[in-house]
């Protein structure tokens, strides 16, 4: 399932029925009329438009599977968006780089130990107080890995002197 291009070339094969009532404006079985797209994709698709009654805006949806409502298609597409930004949070808190293995076992492993990180940490920040962000908290840790210190001295030390570092940067107008 994807949303078609304003550009889309397709010519119309059938047209099934929809109930305007739910936001449906046309479920239409289409064929790929542009030239690399035609020899890319040859057999037939689905075409959705569906007015989004919160945003007014008109989106249309292409897929290759005739057996779901249309008005399921729609919702999916809508539930794919929150999953879309689930993995977008994902990569920008969770730092994974690349995947251990390529089984389904190893990846849903290495993001669970990583989500599992995260919550730890975010445990740690609340019940010592500390200022710093998750992902200061996260840096400092990944350099002193192996520091044989308690875990509240090891934070506050390394806040202190990231305190002191930004005022040794500091410009002094009036000395």
Not at 97 to 124: D, H, P
Not at 153 to 169: F, G, T, Y
Request: charged share 25%; proline share 2%; glycine share 2%.
């Amino acid at each position: 399932m994807t949303r078609a291009k304003s550009n889309l070339r397709v010519q119309r094969r059938y047209s099934h029925p929809v109930d305007r009532s739910t936001g449906l404006i046309c479920d239409q079985t289409v064929l790929l009329t542009g030239f690399y797209s035609q020899q890319s994709f040859e057999a037939p698709l689905r075409r959705i438009r569906f007015k989004d009654p919160e945003t007014a805006k008109t989106l249309v949806f292409l897929t290759n599977n005739f057996t779901l409502d249309a008005i399921t298609v729609t919702e999916l597409y809508r539930c794919r968006w929150q999953v879309e930004l689930f993995f977008k949070w994902i990569k920008q808190h969770l730092r994974i780089k690349a995947f251990f293995g390529t089984s389904e076992n190893a990846v849903k492993s290495q993001n669970w130990i990583a989500v599992s990180v995260y919550v730890l940490v975010a445990i740690v920040k609340k019940r010592l107080n500390i200022s710093a962000s998750l992902y200061e908290i996260l840096q400092i840790l990944s350099l002193t890995m192996f520091e044989r210190m308690p875990l509240d001295q090891l934070l506050s030390r390394a806040v202190e002197d990231e305190n002191l570092v930004d005022l040794r940067k500091q410009l002094n107008l009036f000395e």
